[in-house]
């Protein structure tokens, strides 16, 4: 595990307050697990680009950020509007520089303007491509959202695939496990790496359909898949976990059972 060449606090994306939240951060996933980190060498030394990174515990940011923060390229990160009303956290978000997200609302272009914003500064921008946490039942990548996908188009910036493994185990998503919520004995290991950067050149000149959007996504989707396999040292299901197939299914069987029912209270 290499500490990157970059001169951290030379660099003027670490500003103050990205040094204050990186004092208090730090001893936290320290405590929590033992970190391997990979894959540096795949970020650009210079220029905005886009980190695209699975998700399957509402702790796995603290551990991207702080790999992507000693990779020397600090992230700014698209997190749920609702975090930056939490006091404190959405002091320190804000003043960081992360960039809210407002779901299902007018404003919810705000935040692809901001990060295309960023990239033409030359920043990292974070994104999570499934939009929330995996349903998937082994916490695989599920299907993709395209806003990864439309800003790497709409700017060329390039997307670095980037996976972890290992928060879960701390706090499991959803409750899954029927265990405690929060697990954080004994100590574990969290590994966060990077791939290559995902190959959207078929992409350049066309015009940014849904087709487009749901295929480039797909490849970035299948890029961090691959870093993930690397990690886990297993493969992928050969399908995809797909949210709403998953809602159209369960929709499908409440409809039959209340058929049932209907039928059979008719008797």
Known sequence: MSRRSNARFGNPDYGIWYRFAAVLVKPVT??????????????????GFIAAVNHNSIIDPVFYAHWQYNSGR???????????????????????????????STDAAVAFRSAIDAIERGQCVQFYPEG??????????????????????????????????????IIPPYGRGGGPKYRP??????????????????????????????EATEDIIEAITAVLEG??????????????????????????????AAEEGGR
């Open 30 to 47: 320290r405590t929590l697990a033992t970190r391997e980190w990979h894959g540096w060498e795949h970020l650009p030394e210079k220029g």
């Open 74 to 104: 600090p992230p700014r990160i698209l997190g749920k509007s609702s975090l930056f009303s939490i006091p404190f956290i959405g002091f320190m978000l804000r003043k960081t520089g992360q960039i809210p997200v407002f779901r299902e």
């Open 132 to 169: 929330t946490l995996t349903r998937d039942p082994d916490l695989w990548p599920m299907t993709g959202k395209s806003g990864a996908a439309r800003v790497a188009l709409m700017t060329g910036a390039p997307v670095i695939p980037v996976a972890h493994w290992g928060a879960h185990e």
């Open 185 to 214: 004995f004994p100590r574990h290991k969290v590994t966060v790496a990077a791939g290559p950067p995902v190959d959207l050149s078929k992409y350049q000149g066309k015009e940014i359909t849904a087709q487009v959007l749901r």
């Open 231 to 260: 990690i886990r040292g297993e493969q992928a299901p050969p399908e995809r976990y797909d949210m709403r197939k998953a809602a159209r299914e369960r929709a499908a069987v409440a409809e039959a059972k209340k058929d049932r």
